[in-house]
């Protein structure tokens, strides 16, 4: 016995968790694909956040359910209009690394109120590289996982 509070373990376990061991394959759509091409991609893909990428694959923009929902409302057309001008767009993107904590990346979520984050690798300064994807369901994960783990 170590005497340690099961409060403290767990916190010391929770503290150990990073994005790397939770992380899910990214789905990215490239900035010219159409509102419409998104929509299928989502829906195809089965995930609630696409990530938009520019020719050199590098990370410029997020779409979420309602950002689409969102442009499917006005009289635009869905098949014309491209992603970049209805996604959040760089510099404005919450990211994360593999390397940062699943805590961390849970207080994102939380204090940006969105639902998941790009997985990037930093590429020649300013250029990100999506890797991954981290989302509310990836943070479940885990704490179902602590809480399997026997705390004595
Ligand atoms: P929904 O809009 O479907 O409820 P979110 O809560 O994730 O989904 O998204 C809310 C808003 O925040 C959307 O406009 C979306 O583009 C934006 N957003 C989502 N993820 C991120 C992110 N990682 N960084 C910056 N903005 C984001």
Redesign the pocket.
């Known amino acids: 016995y170590t005497g340690k509070s099961g409060s403290r373990l767990l916190t010391e376990r929770l503290t150990k968790l990073t994005v790397q061991q939770y992380q899910s394959i990214p789905v990215v759509v490239t900035d010219s694909s159409s509102v419409y091409d998104a929509i299928c991609t989502m829906f195809l893909e089965d995930v609630?956040?696409l990530f938009v990428v520019d020719q050199q694959s590098s990370l410029v923009?997020?779409?979420?359910?309602?950002?689409?929902?969102?442009a499917s409302i006005g009289k635009q057309m869905l098949e014309t209009v491209p992603v970049s001008i209805i996604?959040?767009r760089m510099p404005?993107?919450?990211?994360c690394y593999k390397e940062d904590l699943i805590i961390d990346v849970a207080k994102?979520?939380i204090e940006?109120?969105?639902?998941?984050?790009?997985v990037v690798k930093n590429n020649n300064g300013s250029l990100f590289e999506v890797v991954g994807r981290i989302t509310k369901t990836n943070i479940t994960r885990a704490i179902v996982d602590l809480a399997n783990d026997e705390l004595v």
């Not at 404005?92 to 990211?95: E, G, P, Q, S, V």
């Not at 940006?112 to 790009?118: E, F, G, R, S, T």
């Open positions: 609630g956040t923009g997020v779409l979420s359910r309602k950002d689409l929902l969102r996604m959040t404005n993107l919450t990211i994102k979520l940006k109120q969105i639902d998941a984050l790009p």
